[in-house]
């Protein structure tokens, strides 16, 4: 079992960054691949990015890619999503979610609201 706490949302006006963590506890960090992924109310929840560690290989959205980062502490057992250049169609609810390679995403965290005013 994986627990997950996302932290780092809040209000920001269009143009501002925001990092967002996810702190993860439970079994061998390093062995999961770690997803963010985003819902507004009304739409499907929608793959951000992730990151894996045997690569240190990043996916990325198209409408994020060369505005958001993820990385990886697997010391703090944290996953983090910088995002820059924020946009009000950014606003959701965030979520980090955990899984291994080639499986599913089989763990979530619970979500941090992310705002954006233009």
């Known amino acids: 079992q994986v627990q997950l706490v996302e932290s780092g949302g809040g209000l920001v006006q269009a143009g501002d960054s925001l990092r967002l963590s996810c702190a993860a506890s439970?079994?061998?960090?390093?062995?999961?691949?770690m997803g963010w992924f985003r819902q507004t109310p009304g739409k499907e929840r929608e793959f951000v990015g992730s990151?894996?560690?045997?690569?240190?290989?990043?996916h990325y959205a198209d409408s994020v890619k060369g505005r958001f980062t993820i990385s990886r502490d697997n010391a703090k057992n944290t996953v983090y999503l910088q995002m820059n250049s924020l946009k009000p169609e950014d606003a959701a609810v965030y979520y980090c979610a955990a899984g291994l390679r080639g499986g599913s995403w089989a763990y979530w965290g619970q979500g941090t609201q992310v705002t954006v005013s233009s």
């Open positions: 439970g079994r061998t960090f390093s062995n999961y691949g």
């Open positions: 990151i894996y560690d045997n690569y240190i290989t990043t």
